[in-house]
């Protein structure tokens, strides 16, 4: 048995990305006069609004965002209500939306991927592994097997042909599962040595990771993660579990990329917007440390 309590450092990884990312969001709104509002605690979550006539949205860069109402698919996306609302922000007759969120890996995720030109870009289809012509479909539902012949209903972040995509931006982990519950997958004892996974007592650790490269499994797919450089806790997560794959042909088919190396294809606005609102930045033009004065005079 993997035993993998990390917490504590799994803390101050995130939270030092929360605290950067309200600071960020907060200049940014302020500067382009963003409708939004800031959750309680601290530090606040900055959560924005979309325009009157709901063609912009302070979240998304303008481009991305017409093309998610443009098309009927992501445009349900921006329905899905926010899981805390009710005890993190303050009132809205509209109701928030998890996307409205400074901190959504799937706000980000979509503004990259719904970004005119991205998958244009052979670079970004050859760094994803991915054909010309794959038009993203977010939160897949993978359809994992179980062993008692029904399947699992819960959904991967993105799908874009055949790769499967977890997002992460400042989630505090890949989740955990109680152990009873990680062996109802069919083919969990085919694809991993059980005994070495990450695990408490109870719990299998970094279960996101575990049901997804079953998914890819299942459907013939590869998989990526997608996380921050500044989370170096979730990448020794992946790195764990994927240890643990004893199928080597699948093991291949699974990949972990940064925010950061995928910002260094994409085009030159969405890099300006990346690194400004999330500081997402290439490797040429590093991002300034939290709190550092360079940062408040460059935005």
């Known amino acids: 048995m993997s035993t993998f309590n990390k917490r ?20 940014y709104a302020k500067r382009l006069q963003l409708l939004s509002r800031e959750s309680y605690g601290a530090p606040p979550t ?33 329905q899905k209500a926010h899981s805390q609302a009710r005890s993190a922000l303050p ?20 503004n990259i991927f719904c970004f005119p030109g991205t998958l244009k870009n052979r670079a970004v289809l050859d760094l994803l592994g991915v054909e010309p012509g ?24 993105m799908r874009l042909g055949e790769l499967l995509v977890e ?7 890949f989740q955990c599962r109680e152990v009873a519950l990680v062996e109802s997958y069919r083919d969990f004892a085919d694809v991993f040595d059980c005994r070495k996974l990450p695990q408490d007592a109870r719990r299998f650790l970094s279960y996101q990771l575990i049901r997804n490269v079953l998914a890819a499994h299942h ?15 979730l990448r020794e997560a992946w790195f764990a579990v994927m240890s643990c794959v004893g199928i080597v042909d699948l093991r291949l088919r699974c990949k972990v990329l940064t925010w950061q190396e995928l910002a ?19 490797r040429n033009n590093a991002t300034a440390p939290f709190g550092d004065e360079s940062f408040a005079a460059n935005v």
């Open 46 to 78: 900055i959560c924005y609004l979309p325009s009157e006539d709901g063609m912009c949205h302070g979240n998304f860069l303008s481009e991305s965002y017409c093309a998610i109402v443009r098309d009927e698919t992501w445009r349900k996306r921006l």
């Open 167 to 173: 997002s992460k931006l400042t989630e505090s982990d």
């Open 219 to 233: 459907g013939h797919c590869s998989f990526c993660v997608m996380l921050d450089a500044r989370r170096p806790d």
């Open 8 to 27: 504590p450092v799994v803390r101050s990884y995130a939270g030092a990305l929360r605290r950067e990312l309200s600071l960020r969001n907060q200049q």
């Open 264 to 282: 260094e294809a994409l085009p030159g606005k969405l890099q300006r917007f990346l690194q400004e609102k999330y500081g997402i930045a290439v």
């Open 91 to 110: 009132r809205e007759d509209r109701g928030w939306k998890e996307l409205d969120s400074g901190n959504s890996s799937d706000a980000l995720l979509m």
């Open 134 to 157: 794959s038009v993203p479909e977010f939160g897949f539902k993978a359809r994992v097997p179980l062993a008692n012949g029904r399947v699992d209903r819960t959904e991967v972040d």
